[in-house]
């Protein structure tokens, strides 16, 4: 009775059977790269399509620039056309003119925005917010509207003030240009990222204001006075409207107005045009590729605070 009564109470084993078959995973076809990369590639392609084709044209004969359907590729490249550019005008001298305006133009913006910049950052003095609304309203005025005014007021300051600064002058080129309110907005954002605890700490050791500005905010700054720098030897370097206006002799002309000797009236000798703008396109090329490290840092960082 006993064993039949234990054996009454285990239950009968049960066969499991085989494991359920598993759900069938769906293979993912991933790219070896970024979906923008399949809009970023050809947009970059239509941007560099200009290049290339200023390239092409450097290296072709005339008869080849005239033809139609236009030339992609040269029968034999004539690189000789950079020398004849060279030659054609006083290139080397629109080359030290560009490059005395562009030096001076960022030199005093790199200083002065620097201190307009920290004074509206840290500053607190009667009128700074509507000073600084005021300067902001002036970004929003083409330049059109102003060249006659600046052209007067460079003529005044040329006939009561400084001769060298006048109209027809070199100097003329530089005197509108020594700041700049999109270098005192941008700095200025910049600035306010900076933790004040550090300069408080500077002050309290008994450093002066413009001490705490040169030896530690500037140090600091390197982004931002990299990513001024360029943008404005490039606006310097490439400027054309303002130089037209006010510059007539050829020894005090620039780059952009040198190109105007290869256009004629009835004829333009488009292979050394071309030519004579990559030669002058390529300072522009250097400082792009030293400093766009700095661009996205620089551009990010100004936009924490407002």
């Not at 509108?176 to 200025?188: E, Y």
């Not at 510059?247 to 030519?275: C, E, K």
């Not at 703008?277 to 840092?297: D, E, H, K, T, W």
Request: charged fraction near 10%; glycine fraction near 6%; include cysteine.
């Amino acid at each position: 009775m006993t064993t039949q009564r234990l054996t009454a109470d285990v239950p009968a084993s049960t066969d499991p059977g085989p494991p359920p078959p598993r759900p069938r995973r769906r293979r993912t076809w991933r790219l070896p790269f970024s979906p923008w990369h399949l809009v970023l590639i050809p947009t970059s392609f239509l941007l560099i399509v200009p290049l290339l084709w200023m390239l092409i044209t450097s290296l072709e004969t005339e008869s080849e620039t005239n033809r139609f359907p236009p030339v992609l590729v040269p029968e034999t490249p004539r690189f000789e056309n950079y020398a004849e550019a060279w030659a054609a005008a006083p290139f080397g001298h629109f080359f030290l003119n560009s490059a005395l305006v562009t030096l001076v133009v960022l030199a005093s913006n790199l200083v002065v925005c620097s201190l307009a910049g920290y004074a509206f950052a840290r500053i607190r003095f009667l009128g700074r917010g509507a000073l600084f609304v005021t300067l902001m309203a002036t970004l929003m005025v083409p330049f059109q509207v102003t060249m006659i005014p600046v052209f007067l007021i460079v003529k005044w300051f040329g006939d009561n003030v400084w001769a060298g600064l006048g109209i027809d002058h070199i100097g003329a080129l530089m005197l509108p240009n020594l700041a700049t309110a999109f270098g005192i907005f941008f700095l200025r954002q910049f600035f306010m990222t900076v933790p004040v605890e550090l300069e408080e700490a500077a002050r309290v050791d008994g450093t002066s204001r413009l001490g705490v500005l040169f030896k530690m905010v500037l140090p600091l700054s390197l982004p931002a006075l990299s990513t001024l720098a360029a943008l404005t030897v490039l606006t310097s370097w490439n400027d054309f409207l303002w130089p037209l206006i006010v510059i007539t002799s050829q020894d005090q002309m620039t780059i952009p107005l040198g190109l105007s000797y290869f256009q004629g009236a009835h004829h333009v000798r488009w292979p050394l045009l071309m030519a004579a703008n990559v030669m002058s396109l390529l300072p522009m090329l250097l400082v792009f590729i030293g400093a766009q490290r700095y661009f996205v840092q620089s551009v990010a960082s100004t936009g924490i605070k407002g």
